[in-house]
């Protein structure tokens, strides 16, 4: 690219990002492009995950929204009436915390406000701080309709909501009931599963002894690392066929510290190879003890309040302590009793709240629940009935699993930000479950024949119940809008494996229950849920700040820009394998964006654009080169639309990477500038056309992956766009275009010319060298093909000549060969062989010892069990590339022994 002639160039010498971006999104997002409403096209609908109100953006949301917009982009190019549907979610115990920890610099406690001057004072916080993580995602080129863009705490959402809940209860779907559930202490709300980090602690099993009733010295020993618990103790569980416990089955044990007779149950739960067998049971302070207790009918027993100190359920000299002081006292009062039996190390998990940091206690209260087994049941035969599918296939298994053991939801949070429940209730206790408090209040008038005074519920919905109206609730239901009508269902969910079942389950559930199709059939949210890959750091560990490895994504957009960001993502995202990040690979693809910079600017310089001919037809070229680079391009586009089809975004940036740097870059640029700087006129205007149209093909083609620097390059180099790329068609694959005998000649071309240039790497031609080069055994075709191609092979492996030899081969010379025909390149007087073997021969032997190095260490077994997992992925790595570089010595010596 450096004989380009004297010419104003349209594009400057590198694209800078940080000057373009900004101005590009902009553009897009004022021209309307991001914005559904093709009337005459059909719907493709993507539902953004709605991050938290108080999100920021990290590397797995980089991931998530730039696999959308990629397929939200390739579709919007291929003519679809594209919506992607933008929203965020209210957040409850995040946004609550925030605004919480406000007042708390100010000396004050929401209970201080209330509940009404509180809230205002969250969507106060909201309209002033909240919704970063949206210019952020601006900052990486998502192309939403933000004008549709959705918040779960709309008025108009919020309805829809409610009217879920109203709809599910009078269908008996949703009640109340006292069951276990997570509970915090220190927010003092119930929370999820999802919300519940398992920490590993150091702590302790404490051995117990249990008097067994009607005997002086017999006792059962349970072991716990919960002693506190002990007080809410109803029962101990054997394993049913342990032969130890056999005579005590039934029989009663009587409760240390507090006399309670506990009876003795047989239950699978207990294992015979752990411990003593026998396992304490308190049914409501531990998930797995409950399941024990409701099948042995057991009593539940609470302990705690809500802020885990003990109740009046237990002996007086315990009540109103916290749960870890009373701890201390029952393993110094068991001790002083004689019934520790002893005390032992152990590494555990303990159940941790993640956003208050504290241990969270499985306790027994009156919480608001789904029937969710009712409800799975439709969800589960969509996806076995392959009317929904995931990608890949296998995380169906893990759905299936979740769908067919099926708790109940519990749906209703301790909190006063989110949507509070429609229930109120009635002096006795009656409930009455309307959309608003004159309806209840109506209702409970007709109910006791006189005005009484309603108390709502203070609680507010579980932030997955509302998420979970999010295909249908952000497109206007329960309204019978055109976008519901037009864009319900949806294409597809793009998502993490760990809210599987949080928030794609619970979609599928809403979703079927309260949407029908055309025929008045329950209709699925979406027919493919994509399972993207986790991130991790470059050598496979997870991400976290403890670690010191978390990796920013708008620091590396920053720093090489969003381009080459969104392509590493993309390129490293195989289904079913983890992402390892490096700052390297993103470097690597913003060097990739600077070789198609610069591929478009050489087309620029030598007057490619200059007269665009928008009746530039392909099928009419003549030359071999500009057929054969027609047909790679059509091939390397058909293998993208194939790949983006079948959610193989590593497969398509693999396609349209090699294709752009390799095929056309490294070597159709260099074929064709004979013809640029040639005296043959028609052949120039050919090249130029064709060379015009393969780039606006690979700009088009790469623009969901690439779309800054693409749209910059397709702006620049014609005045006469009739639209921006963002909008412009996606290419046909039109097969007619791949001419086989012009792909045939080129790609022997690029095989003999490569293979020379290798042939001179090993035998360490000097550069400027010209070389003669000896044909023999040619078939006519290739003689043909040397004719015609000729000049180009000898300017691209620095020939002097090509003659066809008839004679032996020629002393002296290294042999390539290539199909039928073998090529020498006579090396006597350009190189010293014996000099030239012995240097081969010296990296040989050092190579031989950094082998014998590295094979000793992994095979060596303390060192295996030693280094971290990195390092032996390092050495092994080394371990390979050092075998290629011998591997090619060992050809390079083999090539000089045939020349003596």
Same mark, same amino acid.
């Given at each position: 690219m450096s004989e380009e002639p004297e010419k104003t160039a349209k594009l400057a010498k590198s694209f800078d990002c940080h000057d373009a971006e900004q101005r590009i999104y902009d553009h897009w997002e004022t021209s309307g492009a991001f914005k559904a409403g093709r009337t005459d096209a059909e719907p493709y609908t993507i539902v953004l995950p709605p991050p938290n109100v108080t999100g920021s953006l990290h590397m797995g949301h980089a991931l998530n929204h730039t696999l959308q917009d990629i397929l939200i982009r390739f579709e919007r190019m291929r003519g679809r009436d594209v919506l992607w549907q933008p929203g965020m979610d209210h957040a409850g115990i995040a946004t609550q915390m925030v605004v919480e920890r406000q007042l708390d610099a100010e000396g004050l406690s929401r209970h201080d406000l209330g509940r009404e001057k509180f809230i205002e004072r969250v969507w106060e916080w909201k309209e002033k701080s909240g919704g970063i993580i949206f210019n952020q995602m601006r900052r990486l080129g998502q192309s939403c309709d933000w004008s549709r863009s959705r918040f779960t705490m709309d008025e108009g959402f919020a309805g829809a909501v409610l009217k879920v809940f109203v709809e599910l209860y009078k269908q008996d779907l949703i009640y109340k009931a006292k069951r276990l559930v997570n509970w915090d202490p220190k927010l003092k709300?119930?929370?999820?599963?999802?919300?519940?980090?398992?920490?590993?602690?150091?702590?302790?099993?404490?051995?117990?002894?249990?008097?067994?009733?009607?005997?002086?010295?017999?006792?059962?020993?349970?072991?716990?690392?919960? &002693? /506190?618990?002990?007080? %809410?103790?109803?029962?101990?569980? =054997?394993?049913?066929?342990?032969?130890?416990?056999? #005579?005590?089955? *039934?029989?009663?044990?009587?409760?240390?510290?507090?006399?309670?007779?506990?009876?003795?149950?047989?239950?699978?739960?207990?294992?015979?190879?752990?411990?003593?067998?026998?396992?304490?049971?308190?049914?409501?302070?531990?998930?797995?003890?409950?399941?024990?207790?409701?099948?042995?009918?057991?009593?539940?027993?609470?302990?705690?309040?809500?802020?885990?100190?003990?109740?009046?359920?237990? &002996? /007086?000299?315990?009540? %109103?302590?916290?749960?870890?002081? =009373?701890?201390?006292?029952?393993?110094?009062?068991? #001790?002083?009793? *004689?019934?520790?039996?002893?005390?032992?190390?152990?590494v555990h998990m303990v159940p941790t709240g993640d956003r208050s940091g504290v241990v969270i206690e499985p306790w027994l209260t009156d919480q608001w629940y789904v029937n969710a087994e009712v409800m799975a049941k439709p969800a589960l035969e969509a996806v076995e009935s392959g009317v929904t599918k995931f990608v890949p296939k296998n995380w169906e298994k893990t759905y299936y699993e979740w769908m067919r053991n099926i708790e109940p939801w519990c749906i209703s949070r301790q909190l006063w930000w989110g949507h509070q429940i429609p229930a109120w209730y009635g002096p006795d206790g009656e409930i009455f479950v309307y959309l608003d408090e004159a309806e209840a209040t109506a209702a409970a008038l007709a109910h006791y024949g006189k005005e009484v005074v309603l108390i709502r519920d203070p609680d507010v919905l579980d932030t997955w119940f509302s998420s979970a109206l999010w295909p249908f609730g952000t497109l206007g239901w329960p309204e019978n809008t055109p976008e519901l009508n037009k864009h319900y269902k949806t294409d597809v969910l793009i998502t993490g494996f760990d809210i599987i079942f949080f928030w794609v389950a619970r979609m599928m559930m809403d979703g079927l229950h309260f949407m029908k199709d055309k025929d008045g059939k329950p209709e699925v949210p979406f027919h493919t849920v994509y399972v993207h890959a986790l991130v991790r750091d470059e050598h496979g560990a997870k991400m976290s700040k403890s670690k010191g490895n978390v990796i920013d994504p708008l620091d590396l957009a920053d720093k090489f820009g969003a381009d080459a960001l969104r392509f590493t993502l993309a390129s490293m995202e195989a289904q079913g394998r983890d992402i390892k990040m490096s700052e390297k690979r993103v470097e690597g693809y913003r060097n990739f964006g600077t070789k198609l910079w610069n591929a478009a600017r050489f087309c620029d310089m030598n007057g490619c654009f200059d007269n665009v001919d928008a009746r530039f037809n392909p099928q009419n070229v003549t030359l071999a080169v500009n057929k054969w680079i027609i047909g790679e391009m059509v091939k390397a586009t058909g293998e993208v639309t194939r790949a983006l089809e079948n959610f193989r975004y590593n497969e398509a940036t693999a396609a349209i990477y090699h294709f752009t740097w390799g095929t056309f870059c490294d070597w159709y640029v260099e074929l064709i500038k004979p013809q640029f700087f040639g005296e043959d006129e028609q052949a120039k205007s050919e090249t130029r056309a064709a060379a015009a149209w393969v780039m606006d093909q690979i700009l088009k083609t790469l623009h969901p992956f690439m779309p800054f620097i693409t749209e910059e390059i397709w702006g620049s180099l014609s005045e006469t766009r009739s639209a921006d790329l963002i909008i412009s068609d996606w290419p046909t694959q039109d097969s007619a275009l791949i001419d086989a005998q012009a792909s045939q000649e080129m790609n022997w071309v690029i095989q003999l010319v490569s293979d020379i240039r290798t042939a001179r790497a090993e035998m360490n031609v000097p550069a400027g060298a010209k070389l003669e080069m000896l044909v023999q055994g040619t078939s006519s075709d290739t003689e043909k093909s040397l004719m015609a191609q000729g000049d180009v092979i000898k300017r691209l492996a620095r020939l002097e000549s090509i003659t066809i030899h008839e004679g032996p081969a020629p002393k002296g010379a290294v042999q390539v060969v290539v199909d039928e025909a073998t090529y020498f390149l006579p090396l006597a007087g350009v190189i010293d062989i014996a000099a030239e073997k012995a240097r081969l021969q010296k990296n040989l032997d050092k190579l031989a010892k950094e082998i014998g190095g590295i094979s000793g260490r992994l095979n060596n077994e303390a060192f295996m069990a030693k280094a971290p997992e990195n390092v032996v992925m390092d050495n092994r790595k080394n371990l390979e590339q050092a075998e290629q570089k011998s591997a090619k010595i060992k050809e390079g010596i083999s090539r000089l022994d045939a020349m003596d």
């Open positions: 709300t119930a929370i999820s599963d999802l919300e519940v980090e398992q920490k590993e602690v150091n702590g302790h099993y404490w051995h117990f002894k249990y008097p067994v009733d009607g005997t002086d010295d017999r006792f059962l020993i349970v072991a716990t690392t919960r &002693p /506190e618990t002990m007080l %809410g103790d109803v029962a101990v569980a =054997v394993h049913p066929e342990d032969e130890r416990y056999q #005579d005590l089955i *039934g029989k009663t044990l009587t409760l240390p510290l507090v006399g309670r007779k506990l009876i003795v149950v047989a239950d699978e739960h207990a294992d015979p190879e752990k411990g003593s067998g026998a396992v304490k049971i308190t049914p409501a302070h531990d998930f797995d003890d409950n399941m024990v207790g409701k099948r042995h009918n057991l009593a539940e027993i609470n302990i705690f309040d809500d802020a885990a100190q003990t109740n009046d359920a237990v &002996p /007086e000299k315990y009540r %109103g302590l916290d749960r870890f002081v =009373v701890r201390k006292m029952i393993i110094a009062d068991m #001790d002083a009793l *004689g019934l520790l039996e002893k005390t032992e190390d152990t």
